[in-house]
């Protein structure tokens, strides 16, 4: 099994350009979710699907930030327009069916926004 | 707010000592999860836990949770340079269908 895979790995973009990041989550696993940390405010839960629908997007900072799940196997989170506050290390993970299984986590992708 | 609670945030040992970090909930949970997140990776999934008052261990690692289901504790005894990352718990709480993670407590440990 290849795990959650997670693009691109790093991203360096300039204030007010549009960010997308991809993830794939593990086969079979029905729950995705997008994390964001930071040194400042640890790790944060910015949305959750289940079954490719958004259940929980109370983390998303503001409108700035969306994400999608088209299907089982992928998912994007974009912002736009980026700001430097954004520059974080994202992350996605998947776990199986019942919500509070073991989640397994991407290798992220460490955004900075000059 | 906060709704899981983690300390020490930082903790810094000499190989062979012995480690604790806490995780505290002003409510009950359901269960607790703890991950382990090396320098520059992932939080990795260790173990959970969802019984009041269970016990878990693996190899030199203990995990508990407490009989009220409000706190829990990871203790690793005799760590090594293996050890060194930051150490999560993650609360769920019932009828809420996601994860609190604590804020971590990263450990050091000097050779």
């Known amino acids: 099994d290849a795990g959650v895979i997670q693009s691109p790995r790093h991203e360096v973009t300039e204030m007010g350009q549009e960010v997308t990041l991809r993830c794939k989550p593990i086969?079979?696993?029905?729950?995705l979710f997008w994390y964001r940390q930071t040194m400042m405010r640890g790790l944060e839960l910015l949305i959750y699907f289940n079954n490719n629908v958004p259940i929980d997007d109370s983390g998303m900072p503001e409108d700035r930030f969306s994400a999608k799940m088209p299907n089982a196997s992928f998912s994007t989170l974009k912002i736009q327009p980026s700001e430097p506050r954004d520059s974080a290390v994202y992350f996605c993970a998947s776990s199986r069916p019942g919500l509070q299984e073991t989640q397994y986590f991407g290798p992220g992708t460490r955004l900075l926004v000059l | 707010g906060q709704q899981v609670m983690q300390i020490p945030q930082y903790q810094h040992v000499q190989e062979g000592e012995d480690f604790t970090t806490y995780c505290n909930s002003s409510t009950t949970l359901s269960n607790i999860q703890w991950y382990k997140q090396r320098p520059g990776g992932h939080p990795v999934f260790l173990i959970q836990l969802v019984k009041s008052g269970e016990v878990k261990k693996q190899k030199r690692l203990t995990f508990q949770f407490g009989e009220a289901k409000k706190n829990s504790s990871l203790h690793i005894t005799a760590t090594q340079t293996t050890d060194v990352g930051t150490y999560f718990c993650a609360g769920a709480l019932y009828n809420f269908n996601k994860f609190y993670f604590g804020s971590g407590t990263k450990l050091n440990v000097k050779p």
């Open positions: 086969s079979g696993h029905d729950y």
